[in-house]
């Protein structure tokens, strides 16, 4: 390390660069992913985006504006006097699919609201129900978290973090109890930037609250509010490893490890649109079979990658979605 770049770290704490914060600065947002919950349902109309998010006008307004200049959505008009649009996915837009599925999965199992409405997916594909899961492209086999493994890529560097004023996690931000929404606690544990961030940290093995603080750079306060909502919502296990001052390191739970497809697919989508020209800045590998991981969502039933257009839904109870 060089003389300059200490004396830069000690003047403005730096993070190291990542697809997944990247992403998580544009779609990293609550009311951002619940809108475009909305759309994937198949709710275009404005009107329609906020029977289903149940948020507020302006808030919808702001949200849909920001997607739009970030390329994820573009407005199409169905009349002119007065003028209304459809708000309609572009590529982009549609890469995101797969992060989607994988929020579903992790609501699905992990969501402790028994009476929430979840979708019944069929894949076109092969003809039956399916639960698409993340899949090695070499071997087919599920990708979980402890078969992987990561090395700086050509595109690591450092980079000031921009933290923006964030509403409290707790607020739906004017969603009333009865809109039937699918991503609810998916929503709300992608929509708070800081703890996919201290996520990240952790699934890269740092799991002391200074290691944690260095590699985040977020304001230590707001860090251990975040890592207290984490053990309270069930995502991380804290373990004691010094008694005079008390000191824990944080642990993954089965909960916070079966949300790792979603930074997986995050992580994708950021390296395809906010990869540094470099490249990559963290290179995955499938220990499996040896290979590089580029991860896919895949049928659970013919392990085809799954895509928008070959995907057909019913909304149906949670536990009826659970035994299939």
Same mark, same amino acid.
Request: with cysteine; aromatic share 10%.
């Given at each position: 390390?060089?003389?300059?770049?200490?004396?830069?770290?000690?003047?403005?704490?730096?993070?190291?660069?990542?697809?997944?914060?990247?992403?998580?600065?544009?779609?990293?947002?609550?009311?951002?992913?619940?809108?475009?919950?909305?759309?994937?349902?198949?709710?275009?109309? !404005?009107?329609?985006?906020?029977?289903?998010?149940?948020?507020?006008?302006?808030?919808?307004?702001?949200?849909?504006?920001?997607?739009?200049?970030?390329?994820?959505?573009?407005?199409?008009?169905?009349?002119?006097?007065?003028?209304?649009?459809?708000?309609?996915?572009?590529?982009?837009?549609?890469?995101?699919?797969?992060?989607?599925?994988?929020?579903?999965?992790?609501?699905?199992?992990?969501?402790?609201?028994?009476?929430?409405?979840?979708?019944?997916?069929?894949?076109?594909?092969?003809?039956?129900?399916?639960?698409?899961?993340?899949?090695?492209?070499?071997?087919?086999?599920?990708?979980?978290?402890?078969?992987?493994?990561?090395?700086?890529?050509?595109?690591?560097?450092?980079?000031?973090?921009?933290?923006?004023?964030?509403?409290?996690?707790?607020?739906?931000?004017?969603?009333?109890?009865?809109?039937?929404?699918? !991503?609810?606690?998916?929503?709300?544990?992608?929509?708070?930037?800081?703890?996919?961030?201290?996520?990240?940290?952790?699934?890269?093995?740092?799991?002391?609250?200074?290691?944690?603080?260095?590699?985040?750079?977020?304001?230590?306060?707001?860090?251990?509010?975040?890592?207290?909502?984490?053990?309270?919502?069930?995502?991380?296990?804290?373990?004691?490893?010094?008694?005079?001052?008390?000191? !824990?390191?944080?642990?993954?739970?089965?909960?916070?490890?079966?949300?790792?497809?979603?930074?997986?697919?995050?992580?994708?989508?950021?390296?395809?649109?906010?990869?540094?020209?470099?490249?990559?800045?963290?290179?995955?590998?499938?220990?499996?079979?040896?290979?590089?991981?580029?991860?896919?969502?895949?049928?659970?039933?013919?392990?085809?990658?799954?895509?928008?257009?070959?995907?057909?839904?019913?909304?149906?109870?949670?536990?009826?979605?659970?035994?299939?």
């Amino acid at each position: 390390m060089t003389a300059s770049k200490t004396v830069q770290e000690k003047a403005r704490p730096m993070i190291r660069t990542c697809s997944i914060w990247r992403a998580l600065e544009v779609v990293g947002d609550t009311p951002t992913l619940l809108i475009l919950e909305a759309i994937w349902l198949g709710q275009r109309r !404005f009107d329609r985006i906020r029977q289903n998010s149940g948020l507020q006008k302006a808030l919808i307004s702001n949200r849909l504006k920001r997607l739009t200049e970030s390329g994820i959505l573009i407005k199409e008009a169905y009349t002119t006097s007065p003028p209304r649009y459809n708000y309609v996915l572009t590529g982009k837009g549609q890469a995101l699919y797969w992060t989607s599925l994988m929020l579903l999965r992790w609501e699905r199992r992990w969501a402790s609201q028994e009476n929430s409405l979840m979708p019944l997916l069929r894949h076109s594909g092969c003809g039956k129900i399916t639960s698409p899961e993340p899949m090695c492209p070499h071997c087919k086999e599920i990708v979980r978290p402890q078969d992987v493994t990561w090395e700086e890529g050509p595109g690591v560097g450092w980079m000031a973090p921009i933290y923006s004023r964030r509403r409290q996690r707790r607020d739906t931000d004017g969603k009333t109890l009865d809109t039937p929404a699918i !991503f609810t606690e998916a929503a709300e544990l992608m929509g708070d930037r800081w703890a996919g961030l201290i996520l990240r940290s952790i699934f890269t093995h740092l799991r002391k609250f200074d290691e944690i603080l260095k590699d985040t750079a977020i304001a230590s306060n707001i860090l251990s509010d975040r890592l207290n909502w984490l053990v309270e919502t069930g995502i991380l296990e804290p373990r004691k490893y010094q008694d005079h001052p008390e000191r !824990f390191e944080y642990f993954l739970t089965e909960k916070g490890l079966d949300y790792y497809p979603v930074l997986v697919m995050l992580q994708k989508w950021g390296d395809a649109y906010y990869a540094s020209p470099e490249g990559p800045p963290v290179l995955l590998r499938h220990k499996n079979c040896g290979k590089p991981l580029d991860a896919y969502v895949g049928c659970s039933e013919c392990k085809e990658p799954v895509y928008p257009q070959e995907m057909t839904y019913e909304l149906v109870p949670k536990k009826q979605a659970d035994k299939k």
